[in-house]
């Protein structure tokens, strides 16, 4: 058993923040994680909405962000997590095929994934026309014409912040009404970009060397019909990495774990969460990183309080470190 203070659960943005986080501050912490560092990073062709970095490849940050964390001591370890159990004493252990770890806290920064479409050519096209993220691909995208998939609020909220780039865009739902806010719809329709085509699936995403068109098919009369498009956009639901506790954390309808925003504490003493596991209004790198290093804070006074006996809730904790002077790190 390796025993540490802080488990940090994935290396995305957010776990990479909070490893760099507890290295400066000492913290025995330990990062797992089970594919390469980087989480959605390496998802991402160029990011050119981090702050301080006019334009930088997804990958390069990732590098980067794990050069930081590991020069200041971060403790990376490449497994897949089985599981996290909560034991009576309130520790967590995290059971990977490379062994058990222990720590008071954990932070959740496990990230998620875009649900795909399983349909022919999004493989093949992700980061050549396909894409699950506007606000960090619109750009690229400058004057052609787009589809967005989906019928739910992102997809039809994207598909209007994409007309800040795109000639056209045909947002393209499976049936006739939208899960989105009606509201959201009725600005949509207004539109003098957005085409809305109901009723419809995608059944192929073709192209050469990026993405021509797509098939799509009435599913009232069947039929068949082409569309040329430079792009994809698809926001079909985020599946949260949020299944791994073997314990009830609170999350919302969406699996999202709901999180203190002062401590980013779920409602279970000791586990925190940042990043794309976290409910809240957006899913960026600048606000995973931000949720990151204040769930680290409040994870390092929350065990120095534990140690101290006092093992309480996020709203406890944070009065026992303003006490203690604030919380600046
Ligand atoms: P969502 O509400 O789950 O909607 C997903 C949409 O994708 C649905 O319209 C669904 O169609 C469609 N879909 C799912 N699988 C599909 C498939 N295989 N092929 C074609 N279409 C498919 O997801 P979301 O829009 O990402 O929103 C997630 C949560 O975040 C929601 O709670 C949402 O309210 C919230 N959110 C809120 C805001 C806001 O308030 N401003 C903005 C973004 C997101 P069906 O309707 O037919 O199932």
Request: hydrophobic fraction near 40%; charged fraction near 20%.
């Amino acid at each position: 058993m390796n025993d540490y203070d802080i488990a940090i659960i994935g290396a995305g943005p957010a776990g990479l923040t909070a490893a760099l986080y507890a290295g400066r501050s000492k913290i025995r912490a330990v990062v797992i994680e089970s594919k390469a560092p980087g989480g959605q990073l390496l998802n991402t062709e160029l990011i050119e909405d981090y702050p301080g970095l006019k334009s930088i490849l997804g990958g390069d940050l990732a590098a980067v962000m794990l050069a930081q964390a590991e020069h200041f001591g971060a403790e990376m370890v490449y497994s897949p997590v089985n599981r996290i159990r909560v034991e009576d004493d309130g520790m967590k252990v995290v059971e990977t095929d490379a062994g058990e770890y222990r720590a008071p806290a954990v932070i959740v920064t496990a990230g998620g994934n875009p649900r795909k479409l399983d349909v022919p050519g999004e493989e093949e096209f992700a980061g050549r026309g396909v894409s699950y993220c506007a606000v960090c691909d619109g750009a690229f995208f400058e004057g052609l014409e787009l589809a967005v998939i989906g019928g739910g609020d992102a997809a039809v909220e994207e598909a209007m912040f994409l007309t800040r780039y795109a000639s056209k865009v045909t947002l393209i739902h499976r049936r006739e009404h939208f899960r989105a806010q009606p509201i959201l719809i009725e600005e949509a329709r207004a539109h003098p970009k957005i085409e809305i085509l109901v009723n419809r699936v995608v059944e192929s995403i073709e192209g050469n060397h990026k993405v021509s068109h797509v098939h799509l098919r009435d599913t009232v009369d069947g039929q068949t019909s082409r569309l040329d498009v430079g792009g994809v956009f698809i926001f079909v639901g985020f599946i949260p990495n949020t299944g791994l506790i073997d314990h009830h954390v609170d999350h919302d309808a969406g699996g999202y774990y709901r999180t203190d925003p002062m401590t980013m504490m779920t409602n279970v003493p000791g586990i925190f969460a940042a990043g794309d596991v976290r409910a809240q209004l957006t899913r960026q790198i600048t606000t995973a990183v931000g949720d990151a290093t204040t769930a680290t804070i409040a994870a390092s006074k929350w065990v120095e309080e534990r140690a101290r006996g006092n093992e309480g809730s996020a709203l406890q904790v944070l009065e026992a470190a303003s006490a203690d002077g604030g919380w600046v790190a």
